[in-house]
């Protein structure tokens, strides 16, 4: 079993950053991936990035590159997601999620808000 927890959301304004942050506990030694994920309410959860637990190879979807940047820290006990240029449509519940090979994602976090204000 692997844990997730997520923080760092909130309420921010267009053009502002704001940093989330996923502990990440459990058995992790044989991950694949771990990535964060976006949900609206009312539509399907989007992938937004994801770096592989060996390698760090990262991934990101269209709408958030060169605006996020996904980050495992050396321990790989933490999680990141640096958001940069927020808009109004980045507005989401953000998930943390765990995945143990490369057939999809097994463990979620529970989510945090990020609001962004016009």
């Known amino acids: 079993q692997v844990y997730l927890a997520e923080s760092g959301g909130g309420l921010v304004q267009a053009g502002d950053s704001v940093r989330l942050s996923c502990a990440i506990s459990?058995?992790?030694?044989?991950?694949?991936?771990v990535g964060w994920f976006r949900q609206v309410s009312g539509k399907e959860r989007d992938f937004v990035a994801a770096t592989t637990w060996v390698t760090d190879a990262t991934y990101y979807a269209d709408f958030v590159k060169g605006r996020f940047a996904i980050s495992l820290d050396n321990t790989k006990n933490t999680l990141s997601l640096q958001m940069n240029s927020l808009k109004s449509e980045d507005a989401a519940t953000y998930y943390c999620?765990?995945?143990?090979?490369?057939?999809?994602?097994?463990?979620w976090g529970q989510g945090t808000q990020v609001t962004v204000s016009p």
């Open positions: 459990g058995r992790t030694a044989n991950l694949y991936a």
């Open positions: 999620a765990a995945a143990a090979n490369t057939e999809g994602y097994d463990y």
